[in-house]
């Protein structure tokens, strides 16, 4: 008997545990699918197929009726037009180096303004009444900013020398120390990289930035 009444309790604890791993299992697939469609819904857009509603301009171009890639192309080569021809001047250490917007990579944020217009357009379901523009934002790529601050620190930094001395028979010989020079190469890189973008959308077409060029103690 006693033996009967353990495997009937056993039986049915095993009954209520299989029935609440079969409502957990249910509810986290309905969960995870549930994510997943809010996921597709909120964040893709199938460029391959995808048109631009009426009115959609992107940094100033008309996109109205194109694919995705048409876009792409016609924004990129509108807004690359736009870089104005500049001269930027960097004095470092009573030395002065000159550059223009050949030296740098200039480059817009085309492909996220696009995919936030896109993304606009499914989201008012492609209204002509709610045309806008998405402004663009001048890239600049800081390896190319970083190849001329390293030329620059080439021509500005100095090693330090640590005094030295050495016995000569009776005599003692000693040599100075002298201070060395060293490029503050981050922040030379910062100041070129914002100037660079105000130059090549602004009406200025020259700037002069003074880099600091530290002491190094021997």
């Known amino acids: 008997r006693r033996m009967s009444k353990y495997l009937s309790v056993f039986t049915c604890l095993l009954l209520v545990f299989a029935f609440m791993l079969s409502a957990c299992n249910?509810?986290?697939?309905?969960?995870?699918?549930?994510?997943?469609?809010?996921?597709?819904?909120?964040?893709?857009?199938?460029?391959?197929?995808?048109?631009?509603?009426?009115?959609?301009?992107?940094?100033?171009?008309?996109?109205?009726?194109m694919a995705f890639d048409e876009a792409f192309q016609k924004v990129e080569s509108a807004a690359e037009a736009t870089v104005n021809d500049f001269t930027l001047k960097?004095?470092?250490?009573?030395?002065?180096f000159s550059y223009t917007k050949k030296d740098f990579k200039i480059s817009f944020n085309v492909e996220e303004k696009l995919m936030e217009a896109a993304k606009f357009c499914e989201s008012t379901g492609y209204s002509a009444e709610t045309a806008t523009?998405?402004?663009?934002?001048?890239?600049?790529d800081k390896d190319s900013v970083m190849k001329i601050v390293n030329a620059i620190a080439k021509e500005t930094d100095v090693?330090?020398?640590?005094?030295?001395?050495?016995?000569?028979?009776?005599?003692?010989?000693?040599?100075?120390?002298?201070?060395?020079?060293?490029?503050?190469?981050?922040?030379?890189?910062?100041?070129?990289?914002?100037?660079?973008?105000?130059?090549?959308?602004?009406?200025?077409?020259?700037?002069?930035?003074?880099?600091?060029?530290?002491?190094v103690e021997p």
């Open 90 to 96: 960097v004095k470092a250490d009573e030395k002065e």
């Open 133 to 140: 523009d998405f402004a663009l934002e001048v890239v600049v």
């Open 26 to 65: 249910s509810n986290s697939a309905t969960d995870k699918d549930g994510a997943t469609q809010d996921s597709v819904v909120a964040t893709e857009i199938d460029t391959q197929t995808f048109v631009f509603s009426s009115g959609i301009k992107v940094g100033g171009t008309d996109v109205s009726g």
């Open 159 to 215: 090693k330090a020398v640590d005094s030295t001395f050495a016995v000569d028979g009776d005599r003692v010989n000693i040599s100075r120390e002298k201070a060395g020079k060293s490029l503050d190469k981050d922040a030379l890189c910062q100041k070129i990289l914002e100037e660079v973008k105000k130059l090549a959308k602004g009406s200025t077409k020259t700037a002069t930035i003074e880099a600091v060029v530290n002491e």
